[in-house]
Structures are given as structure tokens and as C-alpha cells.
């Protein structure tokens, strides 16, 4: 099953992007959040956000989570896997759609998903449509995704074929909104 991302965090970072454009410099040295950092996780995502802060170590890049919600909830629509809702003075929030998460067939499956939103949330990734030559779901070499960014769910066969070429990939660019 294939499940498209909202792509509602794009709004938000163009808002952001938007807001900083207009910002002056005196501003810009005020920009600094005033909410109050929270960190709530859902157990079901313990793991994986452990794992991500792992990955990224691995990578050459210390993560210290600090202020970030992970849910389970509503997503804007019935097909949407997850939404990482992101802005200048709130708490990162990735809200996952839980009918589909009960769905999956592994912890790479759930990984993937995970690592796709903390991907926006917490590195400030936006979407990667490329795709290159890999291993796929079949073990043959074929075109796959070259990004968890990816705005399709990539399996989690496919994901564990290339893992260590997809998270390599995940913690190599940061910052895009
Ligand atoms: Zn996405």
C-alpha cells in the first residue's frame, strides 16, 4: 500500500520562509522561540525516534531532542500516512494516522515512516522526488527513491535493502525551509 505524505508542512516552511524574508536584522536576533519546549512521545515511537538520534550520531551529527511531540491522530485526510506540522514558535509535531500505521508489516516499515517525518520535522527536510537505481522490493536492481524524503511511502523491504544508503542520504542535507 502506498500511502502520499501531506505536504502540509511545505505551507508551513513557505510561511516560515516568508516570514523570515521580512524580517529585519534587529528582528531576526529576536527570532528566538518563546514557547515553552515540551518533549511527548508516544511509546509506540520510542524506538524509532531513539533509532533516528542513533542513525544520525552514526552520521556524524549529534540530534538532542528537546521540544518535539509524536502522535498518533488525525491526519488531513484518510490516505495520509503522517504530517509534521512545523513553525517558528511551536513545538515540532508529527501526528501519524494510526489505521494505517496498524497496517504495516514490520519496524522497518514503521521506521521508514517515522524517519520521513522527524526527516521534516527535525531536520527541516522537505520533499526529494528523485529516484535512482537500487535494490528493490523484488531484489533485483531497479529504480527505487532516492530519499526517505521521498513523498511516497517507500516498503519496508526496499528500506532495509538500502538502508544504510537511505540514512546515509536522510542526515547528509538539513535546513531546506
Ligand atoms: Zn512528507
Redesign the pocket.
Known sequence: MLNV?LLH?RLTGLVAALLILGMTPACAKKASSSHTPVVSINAAFVPHVQAFVQAAAQQGQTITITDLIVQFGETPSSGDTGVCVWADDATPTVTINQSIWNTFNSSADEEEDVF??LG?CLLRRI?DQSRVTGTTSLGTQGSIPQSVMY?VRIDGVTYTDNLATYRAELFSITNQF
Request: charged share 30%; glycine share 0%; net charge neutral.
Open positions: 505524505r508542512f520521513h517525518d521534516h520533499h513523498p
